[in-house]
C-alpha cells in the first residue's frame, strides 16, 4: 500500500523556519515525481513546490520562491520541504503528493503574526 | 483568482445529475490532461479521475470526465448524499512551470 506521512509541522513566529518531511512507503519513491501542494484554513488547494526522481528538476510557486526548498533523498525514501522567513499567510496544511496521487494525510503549519 | 476557473457551488437532489465545469488557458488544460480530486470534510483529496475522463479502481462509474479545448468537466451522476464535498480539477501549466489548481466546487446535495 502506498503511503505518505508528513511531519514536522508545527507553530511558528513570523519569520522563522520550519523543516517538512514525508515519508514514503510502498512504491519505488526514486521513480516517481513529488509536490508540496498546501491548503489554507477554508480555501483551496495551492500547489508550492516539485522535484523531479532525481532532484535535478525543481519548480516552486511564485508565492514561496525564495523562501521555500523542496529536497528529496531516495535513498531514505523521503521528501523534504525547508521554509524559511515564514508568514502568516504560509498558515495551513501542508500535503505530501506522490505527483498528484497519492496525497499524505498533511501536517499543520500555523505561523503566528 | 485560481488560474482555473470553475464555479464555487453546484447543488442538486438525490440521484440527479450535476456538471462541474473548469476553464483554463493554451498553456495548461489545452495541453496537459485534467485531473479531478474530491475532498471530504477533513480529509485529504482523492483523486477522481486523471487523463481527463479515466477512473482509477475503486471510483463509482456515476463519476465521469471530460475535455475539450480548454476546458473540462466532471459529471456525477445518480448524486448521492455522500457525495456532498469539494470538487478540485488540476493540470500542469507550461507557462508556469508547475501544478495549476481550479478555485474548487462545493457540491450541496439538498
Known amino acids: 500500500e502506498v503511503q505518505l506521512v508528513e511531519s514536522g509541522g508545527g507553530l511558528v513566529q513570523s519569520g522563522g523556519s520550519l523543516r517538512l518531511s514525508c515519508a514514503a512507503s510502498g512504491f519505488s519513491f526514486d521513480s516517481y515525481e513529488m509536490n508540496w501542494v498546501r491548503q489554507a484554513p477554508g480555501k483551496g488547494l495551492e500547489w508550492i513546490a516539485y522535484?523531479?526522481?532525481?532532484?535535478?528538476?525543481?519548480y516552486y510557486a511564485a508565492s514561496v520562491k525564495g523562501r521555500f526548498t523542496i529536497t528529496r533523498d531516495n535513498g531514505k525514501n523521503s521528501l523534504y520541504l525547508q521554509m524559511k522567513s515564514l508568514k502568516a499567510e504560509d498558515t495551513g496544511i501542508y500535503y505530501c503528493v506522490r505527483y498528484l496521487d497519492p496525497w499524505g494525510r498533511g501536517t499543520l503549519v500555523t505561523v503566528s503574526s | 483568482q485560481s488560474v482555473l476557473t470553475q464555479p464555487p457551488s453546484a447543488s442538486g437532489t438525490p440521484g440527479q445529475r450535476v456538471t462541474i465545469s473548469c476553464s483554463g488557458s493554451d498553456s495548461n488544460i489545452g495541453k496537459k490532461d485534467v485531473r479531478w480530486f474530491q475532498q471530504l470534510p477533513g480529509t485529504a483529496p482523492k483523486l477522481l479521475i486523471y487523463?481527463?475522463?479515466q477512473r482509477p479502481s475503486g471510483v463509482p462509474d456515476r463519476f465521469s470526465g471530460s475535455k475539450s479545448g480548454t476546458s473540462a468537466s466532471l459529471a456525477i451522476s445518480g448524486l448521492r448524499s455522500e457525495d456532498e464535498a469539494d470538487y478540485y480539477c488540476?493540470?500542469?501549466?507550461?507557462?508556469?512551470?508547475?501544478?495549476?489548481f481550479g478555485g474548487g466546487t462545493k457540491v450541496t446535495v439538498l
Open positions: 487523463r481527463n475522463s
Open positions: 522535484i523531479n526522481s532525481n532532484g535535478n528538476r525543481i
Open positions: 488540476a493540470t500542469w501549466d507550461d507557462s508556469l512551470s508547475g501544478v495549476v
